[in-house]
């Protein structure tokens, strides 16, 4: 919270004054302005939540070792709660992504990407602070699991598309 002490400037500049009724004397008052808008609290949280990783935080490949912006908002702050990212642009993923995505989209702010790799759609996602990617792969068509990961602490596991949105409500308390 910002807190300023105008003094008696703003008062005095319009000629406002205070009588005090029982010993009938006037004074300009001071002013104490607080401010705690909406604005200082987002600015703290994103303060609070922006990380850059230096050298990345990728384990499986040698390139793009550069440094990764991860934006670790509280997961109930999150603008996006899920992505959902077919692992290519087939029409045999992406249409089972889409039925994912629409499916999950009545429960959760979902965002839908299939535009580039999947290593740079993650980082997108951890960029904005998407808190959950799920990726839909070519074994999705078979075993019909898709594979979660967590911005935080990019674990994967694989889940089953039918429990799906169960796992993803355990994940967010609901």
Avoid: W
């Amino acid at each position: 919270m910002g807190i300023a002490n105008r003094t008696d400037f703003d008062l005095k500049a319009h000629g406002l004054k205070y009588k005090d009724e029982v010993s009938k004397k006037e004074f300009v008052p001071y002013v104490i302005e607080p401010s705690a808008g909406v604005d200082r609290a987002a600015l703290a949280f994103l303060l609070d939540a922006y990380e850059e990783v230096k050298g990345g935080r990728t384990t499986t490949t040698e390139s793009n070792k550069e440094q990764e912006v991860v934006l670790r908002l509280n997961k109930n702050l999150a603008p996006y709660k899920v992505a959902v990212l077919p692992l290519s642009k087939k029409e045999k993923l992406s249409s089972v992504a889409q039925e994912i995505y629409q499916d999950l989209q009545k429960q959760f702010m979902c965002v839908y990407d299939e535009v580039s790799s999947i290593g740079r759609r993650y980082r997108r996602q951890d960029e904005i602070g998407t808190p959950y990617c799920v990726t839909v792969d070519f074994d999705s068509l078979e075993d019909k699991k898709v594979t979660v990961r967590d911005r935080d602490t990019m674990k994967q596991e694989r889940i089953f598309i039918d429990g799906l949105k169960d796992h993803l409500s355990d994940k967010y308390g609901q």
